[in-house]
């Protein structure tokens, strides 16, 4: 896939080897980046969260990548993923862009791209979590007919979305 800028993007979902790849990708995001994706800019890295991070099951919890090629070498650019919460029908949607590849279309992308993998599996209802600082994320979100709760509890504000084929 083409970004707005014209940059070719490779989506695919993660995989087990991609273990020196996430963890490259999760050092590269800012400390504003780890709070809009982890809610926690404080998050160490362990070998159980980076093993739970591209080790999944495909079905409960499924992970969508977004590869670019910069001098020759693979660089991970960007996460999406859910997990069923409560399955069968329910999931909890994250994701994020490393900094210097944002605004350019690739979180909207994987989001749309994720949303299509889910309604193929009949996945009903997406929900998750956003910080109030997230201005962008919520515009996106409140623009795409997300319906984003009025209440907050410590700067975060919950979202649902209901999914139809």
């Known amino acids: 896939m083409k970004l707005n800028d014209g940059i070719k993007i490779f989506l695919?979902?993660?995989?087990?080897?991609?273990?020196?790849?996430?963890?490259d990708w999760y050092y590269s995001l800012s400390n504003i980046?780890?709070?809009f994706r982890f809610l926690d800019t404080h998050r160490q890295?362990?070998?159980?969260?980076?093993k739970e991070s591209v080790h999944i099951d495909y079905v409960n919890h499924f992970a969508l990548v977004a590869i670019?090629?910069?001098n020759g070498e693979e660089l991970m650019v960007g996460?999406?993923?859910?997990?069923?919460?409560?399955?069968?029908?329910?999931?909890?949607?994250?994701?994020?862009?490393?900094?210097?590849?944002?605004?350019?279309?690739?979180?909207?992308k994987m989001l749309l791209y994720?949303?299509?993998?889910?309604?193929k599996r009949k996945i009903k209802q997406v929900h998750?979590?956003?910080?109030l600082e997230n201005r962008l994320m919520l515009r996106l979100l409140?623009?795409?007919?997300?319906?984003?709760?009025?209440?907050?509890?410590?700067?975060?504000r919950h979202f649902e979305f209901q999914l139809t084929a």
């Open 12 to 23: 695919r979902p993660i995989k087990p080897t991609d273990e020196d790849l996430w963890t």
């Open 33 to 35: 980046s780890k709070k």
């Open 45 to 50: 890295l362990t070998p159980q969260l980076i």
């Open 68 to 70: 670019a090629k910069e």
């Open 79 to 108: 996460v999406t993923r859910y997990r069923l919460d409560p399955p069968p029908d329910s999931a909890v949607i994250v994701g994020a862009v490393l900094d210097d590849w944002q605004g350019k279309g690739l979180g909207t």
């Open 114 to 119: 994720l949303l299509q993998i889910m309604i």
């Open 128 to 131: 998750g979590d956003i910080s």
């Open 142 to 156: 409140d623009q795409s007919g997300f319906q984003i709760t009025e209440k907050d509890a410590n700067g975060i």
